[in-house]
């Protein structure tokens, strides 16, 4: 039989075995953040620089002693930003903090309610980035005509919403999402809303490169076995899409034909 092989994940010519990339927030405290990042499998980990400590306050834990740069991919993001101006901001900090490090995620938020992606802002603050020489994953709405225009800028990856951030509600629109996938020649990873295992499965069934969540881990009762569940989802969803589904009917379609049936 011939051995089942997929290709890795590749984001600006990075490669990545796991399809999973996972946030650091909301945790109880480092220790867990540790434990459930490693459970899950992820490669890639993604922290707000406006609210974690890298070393910039002696006093205070620092997210380098629990997520090890030597270990994991480290990838900055622009949580809690407004404004192009003040993203850009922070994804200068991030590269300064890691010491050059020019892959980071950006977002820029419309209002705090809701947490949805300002895609005006966000055109904007891309632009500046990759002209500054950064690899740019975009947080963005599941508007395909966005997506493409990121994209034809030079974004990395897109990353549209599935529901809002931290909402739990899965994939509200999968069509778009699937439309996105289908114009895309650059990863495309579904980031927020996921809120259980099979949302994850679902994004990945779709033809999604990988997914992006923190919160469904964090707040599950058990945030270590959900960890896992969600790295089998993220596994079983990719096979699933690469074996391609069977095709879905009117009607039933017996697993055993009639024909040489033992007649009684």
Do not use: W
Not at 242 to 249: F, H, I, K, S, V
């Amino acid at each position: 039989m011939t051995p089942l092989t997929d290709t890795p994940l590749t984001v600006a010519g990075r490669e990545f075995s796991s399809r999973l990339l996972v946030g650091t927030g909301k945790y109880k405290d480092f220790d867990e953040t540790a434990a459930a990042i490693a459970e899950s499998g992820a490669d890639v980990v993604t922290f707000a620089v406006r609210r974690t400590n890298l070393g910039q306050d002696a006093e205070a834990p620092n997210l380098l002693d629990a997520v090890s740069p030597q270990r994991y991919t480290l990838l900055p993001n622009t949580a809690g930003c407004y404004t192009a101006k003040d993203a850009v901001r922070t994804c200068r900090l991030a590269r300064e903090l890691l010491e050059g490090h020019n892959l980071v995620k950006l977002e820029v938020l419309g209002d705090d309610h809701t947490l949805y992606p300002n895609v005006v802002e966000t055109l904007k603050a891309a632009e500046i980035l990759l002209a500054d020489g950064f690899d740019v994953m975009v947080y963005t709405s599941d508007d395909p005509i966005v997506a493409r225009a990121l994209e034809a800028m030079g974004c990395c990856a897109i990353m549209p919403l599935g529901s809002l951030i931290g909402s739990g509600h899965g994939i509200q629109n999968p069509h778009n999402v699937r439309l996105i996938v289908e114009q895309s020649s650059v990863p495309v990873l579904v980031d927020a809303g996921i809120g259980t295992a099979s949302d994850a499965a679902m994004a990945m069934e779709l033809g999604c490169d990988g997914v992006l969540l923190n919160t469904a881990i964090a707040h599950a009762r058990d945030p270590l076995r959900m960890a896992r569940a969600m790295k089998l989802a993220v596994e079983a969803g990719r096979d699933a899409f690469l074996a391609g589904r069977m095709p879905r009917r009117q009607g039933a379609d017996p697993s055993s034909p009639f024909a040489g049936r033992i007649n009684s």
